[in-house]
């Protein structure tokens, strides 16, 4: 089955260009499926008006949502005419992250499109409070795009841990590599990269144990890891060469490497958890995407609910 076939994009209402829409455009061309633009609208000032029956703040609402569905039309006016079709909902909301995730879970969305903003500063991306909600919290794939054209030849470089500490590692990295190989060959034949980390020796055991020995302990784990990397990258016939087990912070090494790579886009998983810590991606995971300076992809392991749940009153 065709990935992506229902995807939709999280329009930023601060300005007129629209990456996240248009990488959207650029992945249904290869994919094909259909497009929602999508974007939550809140004022404030229009619940406050109390000389205002509650029909006439209705009326109101309508207003604004109207006026930003015709904004949005226009954004999208030059895919329109091309024969694009792009379906576009506004809805009025005050949580935007919860009308997103609320929308995706409603409309069975196999994909969300945001734009994340980009800093001056080195180039990295900055992402807003409501960019970490959906990435902890979105069920579905989640696409933060930066607002930059795609690198020539941008490659896609997948973060796996090797670690194998926890049961869902291995079915995660397992569902980052064949979801990104089967993207990859539908859309322009992208070069795939695996990257792993592994820790540098703790200086306090090698202070405490006059005995140990750092370089020993850095090969043994160096070992474990390439090891790993080898039966992940030959379970999916990937080149040994397009595999990299790097000493370092997974928040230095994947970033690093992407730079390096000059990747289009870095996949990784957000570990789902239930209980109290169920809204949170994982702290590496948090670590690494705050160091990176291209597209991000995130998925989600299998079985992942999220936390946010469908309004049961639409007006509210």
Not at 16 to 45: E, H, M
Not at 107 to 136: I, S
Not at 169 to 178: G, Q, R
Not at 193 to 220: C, K, M, Q, R, W
Request: net charge negative.
């Amino acid at each position: 089955m065709v990935k992506y076939q229902n995807i939709l994009v999280a329009i930023d209402p601060q300005q007129d260009d629209q990456p996240a829409l248009r990488r959207a455009v650029y992945l249904n061309q290869r994919l094909g499926g259909r497009i929602t633009a999508f974007l939550p609208i809140y004022d404030f000032s229009y619940e406050m008006t109390t000389l205002l029956s509650p029909d006439e703040r209705t009326t109101m609402r309508q207003g604004v949502v109207s006026q930003r569905t015709e904004w949005i039309r226009e954004q999208a006016k030059s895919y329109l005419d091309a024969g694009v079709e792009i379906d576009i909902k506004v809805v009025w909301h005050n949580r935007p992250f919860e009308a997103i995730i609320q929308e995706v879970i409603e409309g069975r969305y196999d994909l969300l499109l945001k734009m994340a903003h980009q800093h001056d500063r080195l180039q990295a991306v900055v992402f807003t409070p409501t960019d970490w909600h959906l990435l902890r919290k979105c069920p579905c794939p989640v696409w933060m795009v930066k607002d930059q054209p795609w690198p020539e030849g941008g490659k896609a470089v997948v973060a796996v841990n090797l670690a194998s500490e926890e049961p869902h590692h291995d079915p995660l990295n397992a569902k980052l590599v064949k979801e990104t190989l089967e993207l990859s060959q539908m859309v322009n034949k992208t070069e795939v990269h695996l990257v792993g980390a592994y820790p540098v020796t703790p200086i306090n055991i090698a202070i405490e144990l006059p005995d140990f020995d750092p370089s020993v302990y850095n090969d043994a784990i160096r070992g474990q890891h390439l090891l790993a990397m080898k039966a992940l990258r030959q379970k999916f016939g990937i080149d040994e060469k397009m595999t990299h087990v790097d000493k370092g912070l997974p928040e230095e090494v994947i970033p690093d490497l992407a730079d390096h790579l000059d990747a289009g886009v870095v996949v990784l998983g957000t570990i789902g958890r239930t209980g109290f810590s169920a809204a949170f991606l994982g702290n590496t995971a948090e670590q690494v995407i705050d160091h990176l300076r291209c597209d991000l992809l995130a998925i989600k392991p299998d079985g992942f609910t999220s936390p946010v749940e469908l309004d049961d009153d639409e007006d509210d």
